[in-house]
């Protein structure tokens, strides 16, 4: 059942203050439509595993029993390098990821027309650039059997890459259905050229595709899509594929748009809402006041539209976004002088609600 309840995990390095951002812009939101939210706090990650010696912990896990949407900033840093690969502070946001069960994970990428000078590409490259990643986010090799051991006297260390046709099947429904309310283009990235389980994508995508005869599919290798996306970013409208490529295509994306800062996520698929920015806890860059909470401020107005359906509100709060950016105003990843803090910025953005 839905109810009003977010869990809030803010995570390691910088997640304590772009979450703190958007609980801002939230609080905000709150005091203009009159809509209540309850927020329930807990750990995940580094900062879990040195309270609760767990980056997943029961008590997190346990939360989620009673929520509609988390909320989440980032996991990791240099501090947890050296322990147990199996806890470390990214396996915690794998068993959180698995254990909602949110398998379609979105990442949108679009250009802010005052950002065009921070993109690398030329202004005549980022004309009409608007597109959405469609990731898998708990199956492939994230989530497939590895070991370390030694073979014939050798280090060896194998990772497996591994779909089923229902893990296959539920994502490329979600991704058609994504094209339908869109340009109906969908793109699967995949390297079925060498790849046994990229063939199964291509042979069961192809099926879903006929109950969408108004979508046009198109398949690209990945090595190809890394380059057309640089080459010719505005061909894409959704672009489907696995964990790994996603993740991969995701940080290639967000360079396109002019900074990581920008790109929200949100995963979907199950009852209860993920959101979270695309970067990393940047723990160089922790306790600055200069991260760029904007990520984050985007993915809380993707957690208001898709999992309280509140688009009236999501809306401002991209809108609210635009118009601070519009106006100028940038972090220290837009601008090497002139640009606002992290508590400064999200000022500009609660100011435009
Ligand atoms: C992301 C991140 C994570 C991932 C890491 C932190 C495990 O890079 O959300 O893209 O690889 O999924
Ligand atoms: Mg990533």
């Not at 990643?133 to 014939?152: C, M, Q, S």
């Not at 283009?185 to 046994?196: E, M, Q, S, Y």
């Not at 599919?217 to 672009?239: H, K, T």
């Not at 002019?258 to 979270?276: C, R, V, W």
Request: charged share 25%; aromatic share 8%; proline share 5%.
């Amino acid at each position: 059942m839905k109810n009003n309840k977010i869990l809030v995990l803010k995570g390691d390095g910088v997640g304590p203050e772009i979450i703190d951002s958007a609980l801002e812009v939230l609080n905000k939101i709150s005091q203009k439509s009159g809509k209540i939210f309850h927020l329930i706090f807990g750990d995940i990650g580094g900062v879990a595993i040195d309270k609760h010696g767990h980056p997943f912990p029961e008590e997190t896990e346990q939360k989620l029993q009673d929520v509609s949407a988390v909320l989440l900033g980032a996991v990791g840093g240099p501090k947890w390098d050296n322990i147990d690969p199996a806890i470390r502070p990214e396996k915690g946001l794998l068993a959180l990821r698995k254990a909602l069960g949110v398998y379609a994970n979105l990442r949108p990428c679009r250009i802010y027309p005052g950002l065009i000078d921070n993109s690398p590409l030329k202004p005549e490259y980022l004309k009409n650039v608007d597109f959405v990643i469609i990731r898998e986010l708990v199956g492939g090799i994230y989530f497939g059997k590895r070991d370390t051991f030694i073979a014939n006297g050798l280090r060896t260390a194998f990772d497996e890459e591994r779909y089923d046709e229902m893990e296959i099947k539920r994502i490329a429904v979600y991704a058609f259905e994504t094209a339908m309310g869109r340009s109906k283009k969908l793109t699967l990235v995949d390297k079925a050229n060498v790849l046994d389980s990229s063939k199964l994508w291509r042979e069961v995508v192809g099926e879903i595709a006929e109950d969408y005869p108004e979508v046009k599919l198109e398949y690209l290798y990945v090595d190809n899509a890394a380059m057309q996306l640089i080459r010719q970013p505005s061909s894409f409208d959704v672009i489907l594929t696995n964990n790994i490529f996603g993740d991969i295509l995701s940080d290639e994306a967000s360079q396109i748009a002019g900074s990581i800062g920008l790109l929200p996520s949100a995963s979907l698929g199950a009852n209860i809402g993920l959101y979270e920015p695309v970067h990393g806890s940047a723990p160089d860059i922790a306790g600055q006041n200069i991260v760029n909470p904007l990520a984050t401020i985007l993915s809380l107005a993707m957690l208001l539209r898709y999992s309280f359906g509140l688009q009236n509100e999501a809306e401002q709060i991209e809108q609210a976004v635009d118009k601070v950016l519009a106006d100028g105003y940038r972090t220290k990843d837009l601008a090497s002088d002139d640009f606002l803090g992290t508590f400064e910025i999200t000022d500009e953005v609660i100011k435009n609600l």
